[in-house]
């Protein structure tokens, strides 16, 4: 997939509430901002699950 094509996607879906799912955890929160190099900001998060991080 092109990702200037998730660029536009996520360019679409500002102001959206959005769920991230990353290593640490799940996140639910409003996209406030997205850039061409897939940094995303969001707005209102809230933790939604936690992930242990091992050593």
Same mark, same amino acid.
């Given at each position: 997939?092109?990702p200037?094509?998730?660029?536009h996607?996520?360019?679409q879906i500002l102001? %959206?509430? #959005?769920?991230?799912t990353?290593v640490?955890?799940v996140?639910?929160?409003?996209?406030?901002?997205v850039?061409?190099? %897939?940094? #995303?900001?969001l707005k209102k998060?809230?933790l939604?699950?936690e992930?242990?991080?091992?050593s």
């Open positions: 997939m092109d200037s094509s998730d660029y996607f996520l360019s102001w %959206k509430r #959005v769920k991230l990353l640490c955890g996140f639910e929160g409003v996209l406030q901002h850039d061409p190099n %897939k940094i #995303v900001v998060v809230e939604l699950d992930v242990e991080q091992g």
